[in-house]
T-cell receptor
Framework: GQSLEQPSEVTAVEGAIVQINCTYQTSGFYGLSWYQQHDGGAPTFLSYNALDGLEETGRFSSFLSRSDSYGYLLLQELQMKDSASYFCAVRGFNQAGTALIFGKGTTLSVSS | SQTIHQWPATLVQPVGSPLSLECTVEGTSNPNLYWYRQAAGRGLQLLFYSVGIGQISSEVPQNLSASRPQDRQFILSSKKLLLSDSGFYLC????????????FGQGTRLTVV
């Protein structure tokens, strides 16, 4: 089966940097993704890592280490609008193929 | 461009009543389709996954079922709702071949009373 572990909550102040870690276990690996979800809204895609290393997209970066089954999302220059839940996700084998499985999410609270 | 439609946005249903939630995708072919459920303040629980018409994988035993009568249509159903079925239901799609990004509908907030 598949499982993902990430912290339940993180707090930070505006302008700071925060790192959200994710460790995973999966049968077969097809990449680690990150999604953002604002309260009451739908999750939206942030980033995807298929290979080891750092991917940078503006203020957000994502890192993957396949040998450690570990990744993180790095958010820089935090803004109030970054307050949201962040989910890591992996693909795992199931009956039909490789479905996208999500972690329980990390709630980020940014204060002024 | 691709779009995903999910309705209704909110639903209040009595215990024991049936359920039908519909999700349609436009602008793409052969998508993988998902139904997830999210309890308040919790993670996304995968309910059903489909790679094609009539091909449904169920992840969690429950009183819910899913059907895919057309390539871009995914329906979540129940014959008799339980209180524990309350939650935020999300439909999502991704490209069937080589896709790595999932696109979500706006969700249906279901309250079973």
């Amino acid at each position: 089966g598949q499982s993902l572990e990430q912290p339940s909550e993180v707090t930070a102040v505006e302008g700071a940097i925060v790192q959200i870690n994710c460790t995973y276990q999966t049968s077969g690996f097809y990449g680690l993704s990150w999604y953002q979800q604002h309260d009451g809204g739908a999750p939206t895609f942030l980033s995807y890592n298929a290979l080891d290393g750092l991917e940078e997209t503006g203020r957000f970066s994502s890192f993957l280490s396949r040998s450690d089954s570990y990744g993180y999302l790095l958010l820089q220059e935090l803004q109030m609008k970054d307050s949201a839940s962040y989910f890591c996700a992996v693909r795992g084998f199931n009956q039909a193929g490789t479905a996208l499985i999500f972690g329980k999410g990390t709630t980020l609270s940014v204060s002024s | 461009s691709q779009t995903i439609h999910q309705w209704p946005a909110t639903l209040v249903q009595p215990v024991g009543s049936p359920l039908s939630l519909e999700c349609t995708v436009e602008g793409t072919s052969n998508p993988n389709l998902y139904w997830y459920r999210q309890a308040a303040g919790r993670g996304l629980q995968l309910l059903f996954y489909s790679v094609g018409i009539g091909q449904i994988s169920s992840e969690v035993p429950q009183n819910l079922s899913a059907s895919r009568p057309q390539d871009r249509q995914f329906i979540l159903s129940s014959k008799k709702l339980l209180l524990s079925d309350s939650g935020f239901y999300l439909c999502a799609w991704e490209a069937g071949a080589g896709g790595f990004e999932a696109f979500f509908g706006q969700g249906t907030r279901l309250t079973v009373v």
